[in-house]
């Protein structure tokens, strides 16, 4: 591990503990409004379900955005080999995003009231658009938060002519992230007009933004732990970010199918929200190719374990039951359905919260000094984590293709005679499977809460190291790439599969009442592709177990110089 260099990089550590602690009442809030699925009577008219929804995504963006933030604050000084510039800014960011966590967090249940805070024609304290329901003044505050945030990530990085491709990707990530919010921060009175700039910001940050800084963040971040060549890393960014965007500003278009706006969206949409996944399958790749390559040793398993569980989880999320959903023919019927939150939880926590969290697991022990610490807790909390998510999202899918039925092709929408039967065995495993990701997500915020606080247990310290690989055989053999393409493969096999059932709904028999097709369809590609990802994660890790220990490493390292010398 690398040794804290440049005192500013301390300002980073409280945006992590910041992220664990609104990761935390997200959570919390989550289990409220699972639990709410099951007895919908549970808190109504004390806290409603609508309210409470928009606090847990609401509070899901911001730590996402804690963790990015201290991500590019960590790394900054290491791509710039300098201090951060104006720190004072940088404490002045963090004051302000607390304030804006505590406004959404108080100005939520003014929805249910009708109060917005009308004032000049703007909603100044709550404006009721989802994921943008802060209102006017925080819409501001937010957005000299992100300036602070370019300027200083601008101030702080070399000369232009000394970036490389990390440098340029985080540079137009934060400069983007600050335009693009532009258009979330006035009010237009047609609801068409409103929702065609709400999802400018909601899908360019995420599908677009947010996608550069996190190919930017996870190639850095693989050069930290893996040595591997900036300039192949470099390489890999360079083109990922050109097919983000490639792919990305037009494939916006899946939003507007439904809104009012011309058919050609339906066209247009489909076909580049189908390129979308390209740039996933790339980062896929590359993350196999920088963790195999040198065979160097794994020295902080829980920070590769939830680098490898974002880019695994934007692959499928993201990527595969993305494609299955975004283009027309499909869309129209999953589009408002619970199809949707199972895509969304995978891409959302998979691609952008586990980042946030590897980031911490790198950075929180160098931060505190520590040379040393139990890696135990967070290895088992991402296994609880991956298989929690994995499992609420097969329910959302599940729950989601009979809701389908149900509303899309029978019109029938008595919620509670009809519907809410139905899909209550899957309503029940949301909090059942939300419960293993809490357990998880609880041991990975004390885990990081409390590195370097608390003594490493002797059982922990005194684990014999190996001094040899492991022999390669079975399942604990060398990842080959032959091996790694039949799994990726074997993904979108499975995502094919779920793309025919929601396809099958446009069937003649599906609209005479016989939903066999696609329940079959279902049933098949969704548990297999959920399944086959969760197989896949744990091959790659045991995959990792075949290189060198510590020891060997460094004998095989220095007998590679000496043969070059």
Same mark, same amino acid.
């Given at each position: 591990?690398?040794?804290?260099?440049?005192?500013?990089?301390?300002?980073?550590?409280?945006?992590?503990?910041?992220?664990?602690?609104?990761?935390?009442?997200?959570?919390? %809030?989550?289990?409220?409004?699972?639990?709410?699925?099951?007895?919908?009577?549970?808190?109504?008219?004390?806290?409603?379900?609508?309210?409470?929804?928009?606090?847990?995504?609401?509070?899901?963006?911001?730590?996402?955005?804690?963790?990015?933030?201290?991500?590019?604050?960590?790394?900054?000084?290491?791509?710039?080999?300098?201090?951060?510039? +104006?720190?004072?800014?940088?404490?002045?960011?963090?004051? /302000?995003?607390? @304030?804006?966590?505590?406004?959404?967090?108080?100005?939520?249940?003014?929805?249910?009231?009708?109060?917005?805070?009308?004032?000049?024609?703007?909603?100044?304290?709550?404006?009721?658009?989802?994921?943008?329901?802060?209102?006017?003044?925080?819409?501001?505050?937010?957005?000299?938060?992100?300036?602070?945030?370019?300027?200083?990530v601008l101030r702080t990085f070399p000369a232009r002519?000394?970036?490389?491709?990390?440098?340029?990707?985080?540079?137009?990530?934060?400069?983007?992230?600050?335009?693009?919010?532009?258009?979330?921060?006035?009010?237009?009175?047609?609801?068409?007009?409103?929702?065609?700039?709400?999802?400018?910001?909601?899908?360019?940050?995420?599908?677009?933004?947010?996608?550069?800084?996190?190919?930017?963040?996870?190639?850095?971040?693989?050069?930290?732990?893996?040595?591997?060549?900036?300039?192949?890393?470099?390489?890999?960014?360079?083109?990922?970010?050109?097919?983000?965007?490639?792919?990305?500003?037009?494939?916006?278009?899946?939003?507007?199918?439904?809104?009012? &706006?011309?058919?050609?969206?339906?066209?247009?949409?489909?076909?580049?929200?189908?390129?979308?996944?390209?740039?996933?399958? %790339?980062?896929?790749?590359?993350?196999?190719?920088?963790?195999?390559?040198?065979?160097?040793?794994?020295?902080?398993?829980?920070?590769?374990?939830?680098?490898?569980?974002?880019?695994?989880?934007?692959?499928?999320? +993201?990527?595969?039951?993305?494609?299955?959903?975004?283009?027309?023919?499909?869309?129209?019927?999953?589009?408002? &359905?619970?199809? &949707?939150?199972?895509? @969304?939880?995978? @891409?959302?926590?998979?691609?952008?919260?586990?980042?946030?969290?590897?980031? +911490?697991?790198?950075?929180?022990?160098?931060?505190?000094?520590?040379?040393?610490?139990?890696?135990?807790?967070?290895?088992?909390?991402?296994?609880?984590?991956l298989t929690g998510m994995l499992g609420i999202a097969?329910?959302?899918?599940?729950?989601?293709?009979?809701?389908?039925?149900?509303?899309?092709?029978?019109?029938?929408?008595w919620f509670g005679g009809q519907v809410f039967p139905?899909?209550? %065995?899957?309503?029940?495993?949301?909090?059942?499977?939300?419960?293993?990701?809490?357990?998880?997500?609880?041991?990975?915020?004390?885990?990081?809460?409390?590195?370097?606080?608390?003594?490493?247990?002797?059982?922990?310290?005194?684990?014999?190291?190996?001094?040899?690989?492991?022999?390669?055989?079975?399942?604990?053999?060398?990842?080959?790439?032959?091996? /790694?393409?039949?799994?990726?493969?074997?993904?979108?096999?499975?995502?094919?599969?779920?793309?025919?059932?929601?396809?099958?709904?446009?069937?003649?028999?599906? @609209?005479?009442?016989?939903?066999?097709?696609?329940?079959?369809?279902?049933?098949?590609?969704?548990?297999?592709?959920?399944?086959?990802?969760?197989?896949?994660?744990?091959?790659?890790?045991?995959?990792?177990?075949?290189?060198?220990?510590?020891?060997?490493?460094?004998?095989?390292?220095?007998?590679?110089?000496?043969?070059?010398?």
């Amino acid at each position: 591990m690398i040794k804290i260099e440049y005192h500013t990089q301390r300002l980073s550590l409280r945006f992590f503990l910041l992220m664990l602690v609104l990761f935390l009442f997200q959570m919390l %809030f989550g289990l409220l409004i699972a639990t709410q699925h099951v007895d919908p009577t549970l808190l109504a008219g004390i806290a409603n379900f609508n309210i409470l929804r928009a606090e847990h995504t609401n509070l899901g963006i911001l730590w996402i955005l804690s963790g990015f933030i201290g991500t590019i604050l960590f790394v900054g000084p290491l791509l710039s080999r300098r201090e951060l510039a +104006a720190p004072w800014l940088i404490q002045i960011l963090f004051y /302000a995003l607390i @304030a804006v966590t505590v406004w959404n967090v108080a100005t939520q249940s003014l929805a249910a009231d009708g109060i917005a805070g009308w004032w000049m024609g703007q909603p100044w304290l709550q404006e009721g658009l989802e994921y943008l329901e802060a209102g006017r003044a925080a819409d501001l505050v937010i957005f000299i938060g992100f300036s602070i945030l370019t300027y200083v990530v601008l101030r702080t990085f070399p000369a232009r002519r000394d970036w490389n491709e990390i440098h340029w990707g985080l540079a137009i990530g934060v400069t983007a992230l600050t335009f693009v919010w532009l258009f979330g921060v006035f009010f237009v009175d047609r609801l068409d007009l409103q929702e065609y700039f709400r999802w400018y910001v909601v899908h360019y940050w995420v599908e677009g933004v947010w996608e550069v800084i996190h190919i930017s963040l996870v190639g850095f971040l693989l050069v930290l732990m893996f040595k591997a060549d900036v300039k192949s890393v470099g390489y890999a960014v360079f083109w990922g970010i050109s097919m983000v965007w490639l792919s990305g500003l037009i494939g916006n278009a899946h939003h507007y199918f439904w809104i009012g &706006t011309p058919e050609f969206w339906q066209f247009w949409g489909s076909l580049f929200s189908a390129l979308e996944p390209l740039p996933l399958v %790339f980062c896929f790749w590359h993350i196999y190719l920088d963790a195999h390559q040198d065979k160097r040793p794994l020295e902080n398993a829980p920070a590769f374990y939830f680098i490898l569980g974002s880019v695994v989880l934007e692959q499928v999320g +993201a990527g595969i039951l993305g494609f299955t959903m975004t283009f027309a023919l499909t869309n129209v019927w999953s589009h408002g &359905t619970w199809v &949707t939150p199972s895509h @969304a939880h995978l @891409a959302l926590f998979g691609t952008f919260g586990m980042l946030g969290i590897a980031a +911490a697991y790198y950075a929180v022990p160098l931060l505190r000094g520590v040379k040393e610490f139990d890696q135990r807790l967070g290895r088992v909390a991402f296994w609880l984590v991956l298989t929690g998510m994995l499992g609420i999202a097969f329910a959302f899918a599940i729950g989601g293709t009979i809701q389908v039925f149900l509303y899309r092709s029978m019109g029938l929408n008595w919620f509670g005679g009809q519907v809410f039967p139905a899909m209550q %065995f899957f309503k029940v495993l949301i909090p059942l499977f939300g419960l293993v990701f809490a357990v998880g997500a609880g041991l990975l915020i004390y885990d990081l809460l409390t590195i370097g606080l608390r003594p490493v247990s002797s059982a922990a310290r005194d684990l014999p190291a190996p001094t040899q690989a492991a022999p390669e055989r079975g399942w604990r053999s060398v990842l080959r790439g032959t091996e /790694a393409s039949l799994w990726l493969m074997g993904m979108w096999i499975f995502g094919a599969i779920i793309t025919l059932g929601l396809l099958s709904f446009n069937l003649d028999s599906v @609209a005479l009442g016989d939903p066999t097709i696609p329940y079959v369809l279902a049933g098949l590609g969704y548990p297999g592709l959920l399944l086959i990802t969760l197989l896949f994660v744990w091959r790659f890790l045991a995959s990792l177990q075949a290189r060198p220990a510590p020891a060997a490493a460094v004998a095989n390292l220095g007998q590679e110089q000496a043969a070059q010398a």
